[in-house]
Nanobody, 128 residues
């Protein structure tokens, strides 16, 4: 079973930046889509961003458009989330996700049901 290992979380002041990374443990892993969800205390998990592995199509939640950027490194089987102009409402645990069998094509790129592999999560705290 492939593992997704997130890194790069931490605490930052409003307006600051962070870069999250997510590496797959299996170098032969070939997902259809990888992305990020987040969960704030008391809230459900919410879609943040996703990127297709072949076509390089990107998807973003409206709340992060223009501030966050997702990218990938095929050779390293790693996906990144560059987060800029961070706000207190961005505070959450960020989860890396992967779609191994194309289910997100039917379920929707922004649906949690579209992803069958989840990382353990990394905390991002935006506070002054």
């Amino acid at each position: 079973q492939v593992r997704l290992e997130e890194s790069g979380g931490g605490a930052v002041q409003p307006g600051g930046s962070l870069r999250l990374s997510c590496a797959a443990s299996d170098h032969t892993f070939s997902p259809y889509v990888m992305g990020w969800f987040r969960q704030a205390p008391g809230n459900e998990r919410a879609f943040v961003a996703a990127i297709t592995w072949g076509g390089n199509n990107e998807y973003y939640a409206d709340s992060v458009k223009g501030r966050f950027a997702i990218s990938r490194d095929n050779a390293k089987i790693t996906v990144y989330l560059e987060m800029n102009s961070l706000k207190p409402e961005d505070t959450a645990v960020y989860f890396c996700v992967a779609d191994r069998d194309g289910r997100s094509f039917l379920a929707g790129r922004q649906a949690a049901a579209g992803y069958d592999t989840w990382g353990q999560g990394t905390q991002v705290t935006v506070s002054s």
